[in-house]
């Protein structure tokens, strides 16, 4: 370690010391500005024999439990290096070296799973429905679902899944060494928006080592590090696979593919299902996709591609109520009918059929209909012709009815005139 960054170091552990309350959120908002403190404390981390490793990793936790939130994401930001640090040591059978280390970790979990008053903290985290859309997915893309009694007693029912609560850990044993680290990882994704580029380099590169080390495909990475295997777990492979998704996302195309297709070699050795799920997942997702290869400093995101948004209910679809509306225009029609009828003296209109009538189309618009005589005519010339229709059974008597009503129609408009004549013939005479 050089001398300067010795000095950097140095200065960093001694300014804090005398800090007052007061100030904590201003010195924490100051860090960022200092660019060679990180690269600084990085090599102290990866130097197990430092002399400022210990003074240095008990200065993270005082970070972390102070409580503020940018000092907590300080030390968040080594947490990889830590990891690496912790398991290389641990493979290497020499626990006295990483004495301090594990007490940094140990104390950021013991912080993490309880809350301010001290209780178990039990962590909720709600599993998206297939049924109702989301960032990742829409329900249109994957197919029709069985309206089944179950599904439908479960639709729009959101699923809960709870963690804890968490023992207290005073020691790393081999029984709970991963449980412990497992937790760290998801502390640590929680904060993987404010994570700078360097500390996704480390999380890839402690991805790559943990899941090669040891395996045929340290000789193709060319590693050079501990050849010893190391003990994972499925759920500690799941919370290296979020983070790399971040990292693919966000400028650290090459790494991340790279730890990615190493999580996933040693899944496979290890038949993990829960690993291999979620990282052929994304893996699928990223599969073409542009990715920014680039924008290492701009805004953190995730790249997802949306499906384009389909119109829920068809305008054609079947609805309660469209089935009203059926209805009510069923009976006002027959209220319309009705009223034509009244409006008439109760005579019927006949209803002609014209099924079976045969005729051709002229170039004018008129139809060719055969006469009795063998020749055509067309249409609009109709006059003293018959037109060859069949009328509704109820046509003789409606015929019948209106015959006599249009009788006693006339009767009375001669009576009406005879009346009239009479009256104006009174007139003159008088």
Known sequence: MLAMDQGVVEEWLSEFKTLPDSAVSNYAASLKDKGALVPALYKVIRENYSDLLEPVCHQLFEFYRSGEPQLQRFTLQFLPELLWSLLSVSAARDPHTSGCIEALLLGIYNLEIVDKDGQSKVLS????????????????????????????????????????????????????????????????????????????????????????????????????????????????????????????????????????????????????????????????????????????????????????TSSRISRNAVTSLSIRGHRWKRHESQEVSVDSEAALGGVAIPEISVTGVSGERMPNGDSLRPRSDGRTQPDGDMLGTTSEVSLDPRGHDSGTRGQEVRRQKSVRRMVENEGSGSASTGRSQY
């Open 125 to 308: 985290f709600t599993v998206p429905s297939l049924s109702k859309p989301s960032v990742y997915h829409e329900p249109s893309t994957i197919g029709s679902l069985a309206l089944t009694e179950g599904a439908l007693a479960n639709h729009g029912l959101s699923r809960v899944v709870y963690s804890g609560p968490h023992l207290q850990r005073e020691t790393f044993t081999a029984q709970n060494r991963f449980e412990v680290l497992t937790f760290l990882l998801l502390c640590y994704n929680a904060a993987l928006s404010y994570m700078t580029s360097t500390s996704l380099q480390s999380l890839c590169q402690l991805s790559s080592r943990v899941c090669i080390c040891g395996y045929p495909r340290q000789q193709i990475r060319r590693y050079k590090g501990i050849s010893t295997r190391l003990t994972v777990t499925s759920e500690f492979l799941v919370q290296l696979i979020t983070g790399i998704h971040y990292a693919l996302c966000n400028g650290e195309v090459e790494l991340g593919s790279k730890a990615l297709d190493d999580v996933l070699y040693r899944a496979q050795l290890e038949l993990f299902p829960e690993a291999l799920l979620v990282g052929n997942a994304i893996k699928s997702s990223l599969h073409g996709a542009a990715l920014k290869s680039n924008n290492k400093e701009g805004a953190r995101s995730i790249q997802v591609e949306i499906t384009p």
